[in-house]
């Protein structure tokens, strides 16, 4: 329960509050079953006990068109209910979707290797490891890959884990309605290394964000194919980096498997 509090039971964001509502939604349409079966189940049995002489013994009684009509009934509405509701919301909160909103998308390409995630700012033409800076109240439009084995994308507070698969491209849409910070992960077990690639979604106003990316630019040095194969080997733990120059086309090659990131055990060492 305190692990919650720091997830998606405390969103920060449109996606993630959407989410919560579902799941409080589900949750109390179930225990509207759950709850009363309960207590029937506890007062049948405390009815029917064998010092309770008012109870009635009927061996023969075999069928009550009522009591038929109301067990069926009742699952067959739940089930229309929660389906409609998990119909209606997997359309809305379709990951590629776009978010609604009057600010432009900020356009982050992200790249999963063993063990640790990279985060390439297209747009800004810089790049960082572990670590993740957006502005608050700003849609962020992920574009996702991998370059081994399938992997996970998962800030809890915001919401919508996707998966991230080698030669493929899947895209996600997140905000941040709050400055602060937010733990990330992976949320698909990929080796020895799972447990710890982590990073951290820094949310910031946007003055702080144009900030670092000044800092970010000017401070980093340059992230071409042969650096990035370099960063693709198998490492545990790492400490965050930044890259001030990146590749333009680094992403796109790595998504279509131009850039081979497969490490022999040998070579991992």
Request: with cysteine; charged share 15%.
């Amino acid at each position: 329960m305190l692990t919650s509090c720091q997830g998606v039971l405390d969103p920060h964001g449109p996606i993630g509050l959407a989410e919560r509502l579902i799941l409080t939604d589900a949750t109390v349409v179930m225990l509207a079953v759950v709850i009363p079966v309960i207590v029937l189940t506890l007062a049948f049995a405390w009815w029917f006990r064998a010092d309770n002489h008012l109870a009635q013994y009927t061996p023969d009684w075999e069928y009550s068109g009522r009591i038929e009509l109301i067990i069926w009934a009742i699952p067959a509405l739940l089930i229309a209910f929660l389906g409609g509701m998990a119909w209606i919301t997997s359309h809305d909160l379709d990951p590629p979707k776009p978010l609604v909103s009057k600010q432009t998308p900020v356009e982050i390409e992200v790249v999963s290797m063993d063990w640790r995630w990279l985060f390439i700012y297209p747009g800004q033409a810089i790049a960082t490891v572990n670590q993740l800076t957006v502005p608050v109240g700003v849609p962020i439009h992920f574009r996702l890959t991998s370059t081994s084995v399938m992997n996970s994308f998962f800030v809890p507070q915001l919401g919508s884990q996707i998966y991230t698969m080698p030669g493929m491209t899947t895209q996600l849409n997140l905000e941040a309605d709050e400055a602060g910070s937010y733990n990330g992960l992976s949320a698909q077990f990929s080796g020895a290394g799972f447990s710890d690639m982590r990073f951290t979604l820094k949310a910031v106003p946007e003055a702080q964000y144009n900030e670092w990316l000044a800092a970010t630019r000017t401070g980093g040095g340059a992230l071409d194919q042969a650096t990035f194969t370099e960063l693709s080997r198998p490492s545990h733990a790492d400490a965050p980096l930044s890259f001030g120059r990146v590749d333009p086309e680094l992403f796109s090659i790595v998504a279509t498997g131009k850039i081979a990131t497969r490490w022999t055990p040998e070579e991992a060492r």
